[in-house]
């Protein structure tokens, strides 16, 4: 695949991750900064290494089919592989600007109780 090519797919793959919030946190999950890793491996399979808030999340599994759903409905993907972990563990410092703003949140503001409820 043309590096053009694969860089609008993984643009595309990007997007999809956008449109998968977490259940907990008025936010998605890319911005929010659960996607440790996302590579395109053989032209057209997804490879996604990703954490979650909280270990002991409720809704892991709806989260991670919705995850596979949502990257598989991209054109041009055949497969997607999702590897959860939790090393590192997740932290605020790990949110997007788009999820400050959204979240309401300053860098300087050390109230991060909201996401942690």
């Known amino acids: 695949m043309e590096d053009k090519n694969l860089h609008t797919l993984y643009a595309s793959v990007v997007s999809a991750l956008k449109e998968v919030y977490d259940p907990e946190i008025p936010v998605n999950i890319y911005d929010l900064g659960l996607i440790y890793e996302l590579s395109i491996r053989n032209s057209s399979e ?47 410092s790990m949110l997007s600007e788009e999820a400050r703003v959204e979240l309401g949140l300053d860098y300087d503001d050390d109230d991060y109780s909201k996401l942690n409820d």
Do not use: H
């Open 46 to 92: 997804v490879y996604i290494l990703m954490t979650f808030t909280a270990p002991n999340c409720p809704m892991a599994d709806q989260v991670l089919a919705e995850v596979r759903q949502s990257v598989e409905d991209v054109p041009g993907v055949t497969k997607c592989e999702i590897e959860l972990t939790f090393e590192p563990e997740w932290d605020r």
